[in-house]
């Protein structure tokens, strides 16, 4: 197993074996973030599967100038400095510049098995708590004649849960790379570790 994104973190991390296996812990506590996505998603297809306007070549919310956590930007980059072949894809790879994620090319994400946990929800019914309420949103493609109030809660992300969870995790990895856990990474960033 190749390691790429290690050398970019600090020589002490690098030195310290116990470090590294404790990166490599913080990534697995990552890894897991993505089954309730994932049971999310099964639930919403099996019951909203007519409403449903996700598909390969809509890519409205892969905006420019998203961010994301160190953890989330190291943990992609360690995957794709693992997979040889899209590694290898990449290499070279220069960023759209448009107005979207420099990773969207022709309409498709480029690193889509490595995408971060955000990424992940794009499309799904969310629902989070402001003030006393919860409110619940979802994107304005999924939603035509759909009435929000009556979805199944099984088809709803709790994201309030999942956020606390990855803060978690990414205060885990910083303490461990020395990396400030309130840093925020535009992809531009992935794109140096990689390249
Ligand atoms: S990483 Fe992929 S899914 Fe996420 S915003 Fe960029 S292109 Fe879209």
Redesign the pocket.
Known sequence: MTLLPFFMISERVLRDKSACRSMLYAFSLYDKLMAPIDRVWASFRQNYRDHISCRPGC?S???KG?TFFPLEVYW?AHNIGNDRPLASRLAGLKLSQDS??????DE?????PY??M???T?GLPVMYMEGSRYLFDICCKNREGMDIDELKLECVLNMDSLNSRLVSINRIFSEITGIDSSARYT?QK?HELIK
């Open positions: 890519s919310c892969c905006e998203i992609a979207a994620c420099g990773f969207l090319l498709k994400c480029a690193i889509y995408r971060p955000l990424c992940r794009f992809m992935l």
